[in-house]
């Protein structure tokens, strides 16, 4: 069973440009969470998705939005780099109905220059 | 989600007990303590997590104080590849709710 897997592992993009990445929940799961971190920090929540539809959302501007499909993956969309938003981005997933974890993707490292 | 307040780092020999204090003092009745770590390049892993009684499984043991504003997780014979960022998140509970991270504990484990 593969668990949460993510793409691209890398990517250097640059300011201005648009950027998507890509999540598969592990098998069983229905609910995706998207994560930044910066350097140096912990992870920051950006949104959740469930049932195809944004249900929970951080403290990100509207240039982070995001998708959900039938089959539960999910994509990150970040319109408008910055050179801040060079992080790794961690994408979870949930839904084993009495399982109290999520579970995490080895995340995208995105460079922006 | 309350705060939680982690030692920035620690050092632990490889082969004893790694314990690894968090301070959660405006925890409130119905959220619980997870334990996650984050290996470097890889992301957050799951350990454990406790509402009021000491946990164990087979990674390691929680203890939850009494008046449940610290706890402590114990890695009972650390090793090499247990050399990881340690994060204590206080929760609501349920694998669907946003996870709040701090900066967590960065563990060292020596040869």
């Known amino acids: 069973d593969a668990g949460v897997t993510q793409s691209p592992t890398h990517l250097i993009k640059t300011r201005g440009q648009q950027v998507t990445l890509r999540c598969s929940p592990k098998?069983?799961?229905?609910?995706v969470s998207w994560y930044q971190q910066a350097l140096g920090q912990g992870p920051q929540f950006i949104f959740q998705?469930?049932?195809?539809?944004?249900?929970q959302r951080g403290n990100f501007p509207d240039r982070f939005s995001g998708h959900q499909f039938p089959n539960y993956s999910s994509e990150l969309n970040v319109n408008a780099l910055l050179l801040g938003d060079s992080a790794l981005y961690l994408c979870?997933?949930?839904?084993?109905?009495?399982?109290?974890?999520?579970?995490f993707g080895p995340g995208t490292r995105l460079t922006v220059t | 989600d309350a705060k939680t307040t982690q030692p920035p780092s620690m050092d632990c020999a490889e082969g004893r007990a790694a314990n690894l204090p968090c301070n959660h003092s405006?925890?409130?009745?119905?959220?619980?303590v997870y334990w996650y770590r984050q290996i470097h390049s890889q992301g957050p892993q799951y350990i454990i997590h406790?509402?009021?009684n000491n946990e164990t499984n087979e990674m390691a043991s929680l203890i939850i104080t009494e008046d449940r504003k610290s706890s402590t997780l114990i890695l009972p014979h650390a090793t090499l590849r247990d050399t990881a960022v340690y994060y204590c998140i206080v929760h609501y509970g349920g694998a669907t709710n946003k996870l709040i991270f701090g900066t967590g504990t960065l563990l060292a484990v020596q040869p």
């Open positions: 979870a997933s949930s839904g084993d109905r009495g399982l109290p974890e999520q579970y």
């Open positions: 998705y469930y049932e195809e539809e944004e249900r």
């Open positions: 406790g509402l009021k």
């Open positions: 098998s069983g799961h229905d609910t």
């Open positions: 405006t925890i409130s009745g119905n959220e619980y």
